[in-house]
Structure formats: C-alpha cells, structure tokens
C-alpha cells in the first residue's frame, strides 16, 4: 500500500477531553482513548466550574458552594484517569472555573491541542456542555478539529472502528482542511471513504458527467496520490434534498463510522437568530455516529 504524503498525514497528539462527567460525555471516552492509542497521543481531561455550576450537575448531586463543586470535580475527575490509566494512556487533568469556552479556549492553547472530543445529547438549547450553545461554540471557534459524538454514536465497548468515513463534498476545487482529515483517516484505519455532494434537486442524467462525476476526479487527484490503495476504497454518492437530511440519511443506511466535514467560523449567538438551521449543526445533533467537524 503506498501511504498518503506525509505532509497531509494527520497525527493529534494532544487530545481534550471536555467533560461534565454527564452519561453524554462519558459516552466520549472510547473514541478519545481509541485516537490516542492509534497515534500514541496524550489525553487532557478538561472540565470547567461556570458560575452558575449548580446547572451542569445532576440534581442529587448539586452542590451548595463552591468548595463543592471542586471537590465534586475532583472525584469524578479521578474517576475518568483512572480508567484511561487502566488503558494504557496519558492522562491530565485540567479544572478550571469561569465562562466555559473562555476557559476552554485557555486550555488549548496553553497545551497546544489539536483534537478536541466532547459528548453532546442531541437536543436544542442547553446551556451546557453538551450541544447548544457552549458545543457550538466550541466547534465554531475551535483553532483545531473537533470531534463530537452524540446519543446516537454512543458505543458501549472500549474499541471503537473507522471502517467507514463519510465526507460532504462541497466545491471542487475544495481547499478545505476536512478534506485532507477525511483522506488521512481513512488510511490511517484502512477504511473506505465515500465523498457526497448533495444537490436541492435531482440533477437530469445528462448533467451528471459535468456536474458529478468530473468534478470527483478532479477530486481524487487534487487529495489523493495516483498511487495510493485509498483511491480504489473511495467513492462518489449523489444526495438530494436538504444536506443535513441527506447525510444523515446515508449514514444511517450505509452504516457509517464517521463523518468529516469543514464549519465555517460563525459567531453562535448570531447563528442562533438565522431563520435556516445551519447543515453543520444539524448534522452534529442527528448524527447516528460521531461527527469531526474541521474550521
């Protein structure tokens, strides 16, 4: 097998790990070890103390100060190194208090991450970290990759596979860094890679060559050597209809492992007010695997 350049080889190693040690974040912990023990990574556990902290703990365990929080922290904290230990990984702990993502950004520079991995439970509007608006903001204003893996990606075993990638495919010539992840990944875990354009509407047959299947080659030799074993395991599907709709739907039906796909950097609160749901965020919320979302 000949390897893709090893200038477009994608290797984290730093990973976060954002928690708030909900059953949503916990869901995390395969596919961070998972990364970190294929690319020989380090694990940061990172989990923020808000000042409205009594919202981010489940009820029976909501602490009355801020002595409590900490300590609440602390032991769960424990918890989570103990079992990425038991794995054979580096972990860190990070906890910090203040404006989630305000911390949060802190962290990732001061340990120069380039992977973040957080849970999410899938619903619209939760202030916390979980997707709404503090996960947004994270894959929004993230300077590396995220990875957020929702309810439905959820794995119960302690190894997680990437057998199948899934990449929208917007433009071409597509100058987006979700590109060069999707290729990297699908050779690095030896699995197919299916490219999707989505159109509003069914093209006529007669387009199909200019507007499908040229673009695609362009594609292919544009992110991958003529040379590779990846370009016999990748492949071109058509979608129509809403993007989010359609990728989800494929991913479903084709079982697929993960998603890669480019976000553009968009302030949340301004995205909160547009009328049409933003494709990214929905992909993120009804995805039945995890979602790598690349700014």
């Known amino acids: ?17 954002a928690t708030d040690f909900s059953p949503a974040s916990e869901a995390t912990l395969p596919y961070a070890l998972t990364i970190a023990h294929h690319y020989g990574a380090e694990i940061f556990i990172a989990y923020v103390i808000p000042p409205e902290f009594a919202d981010v703990i489940a009820p029976e365990g909501t602490p009355t ?8 922290a602390q032991q769960n904290m424990g918890r989570v190194l103990s079992a990425g230990h038991q794995e054979g990984v580096s972990c860190q702990p990070l906890i910090g208090e203040g404006a989630i993502w305000d911390v949060l950004q802190g962290m990732i520079r001061q340990n120069a991450i380039d992977l973040i991995v957080l849970g999410t439970h899938g619903r619209r509007g939760l202030r916390k970290l979980v997707l709404g608006s503090v996960a947004e903001e994270v894959f929004r204003m993230a300077p590396c990759p995220v990875l957020t893996v929702g309810p439905k990606a959820a794995k119960t075993q302690s190894t997680v596979h990437l057998n199948h990638i899934l990449y929208p495919l917007e433009f071409v010539p597509d100058t987006s860094e979700a590109a060069a992840y999707a290729a ?10 299916t490219c999707m354009k989505v159109f509003e509407e069914k093209i006529p047959s007669s387009y199909v060559e200019a507007l499908v299947e040229e673009p695609f080659r362009h594609w292919l030799d544009d992110h991958i050597p003529m040379e590779s074993d990846l370009r016999r395991r990748t492949s071109f599907e058509r979608g129509f209809g809403p993007t989010a709709e359609a990728v989800v739907n494929f991913a479903c039906d084709r079982g697929v492992d993960l998603i890669v796909m480019g976000v553009r950097r968009l302030d949340p609160v301004m995205a909160a007010h547009v009328q049409k749901p933003d494709t990214a965020y929905e992909v993120v919320r009804t995805a039945p695997c995890p979602v790598l979302t690349v700014r």
């Open 184 to 193: 990297s990944l699908a050779e690095e875990y030896h699995g197919t890679l």
């Open 65 to 72: 100060t801020r002595q409590e929080a900490r300590r609440f």
């Open 1 to 17: 097998m000949i390897p893709l350049e090893p200038q477009n080889r994608v290797a984290p190693k730093k990973i976060m790990l």
